[in-house]
């Protein structure tokens, strides 16, 4: 856990979310600037700022957070698809410093993912 991240905040319960799911590993909750009318967020409960910075150690936990990524988005409404997004670092535009992965859909397509340059 750090004390300055905003992310660990949440799991501690010092800052409310609107939770989509949590066991002991992992959290899932609602993005409060949803980008899609579906958008939650899955995060590890153990703090690691990037996914750059995954181990070996953290296989399990990243597993579990992609196997229940389908499973969550159906709950939620995503019956036709979803996008999956990790943004890594300063250059992946990371803007919380929790490893956390996107989960964007709803019932139409969504738009493109990047804007060529």
């Not at 959290?27 to 009318?37: C, E, G, K, Q, R």
């Not at 150690?57 to 990524?69: F, N, Q, T, Y």
């Not at 943004?87 to 490893?99: F, K």
Request: one cysteine or more; hydrophobic letters at 40%.
């Amino acid at each position: 856990m750090s004390t300055n991240c905003i992310f660990c905040k949440i799991i501690a319960g010092e800052i409310p979310s609107r939770k989509v799911y949590e066991d002991e590993d992992i959290l899932a909750f609602h993005d409060i600037n949803p980008a899609a009318p579906v958008h939650f967020l899955i995060i590890p409960k153990k703090h690691i700022p990037t996914l750059a910075d995954a181990t070996p150690e953290d296989i399990p936990v990243l597993g579990k957070i992609m196997a229940m990524a389908g499973k969550l988005a159906k709950q939620e409404g995503c019956d036709d698809g979803f996008r999956t997004i990790v943004n890594t670092g300063r250059v992946g535009c990371q803007e919380v410093y929790h490893l956390h992965v996107h989960i964007l859909g709803g019932t139409q397509p969504l738009g493109p993912m990047l804007v060529k340059h």
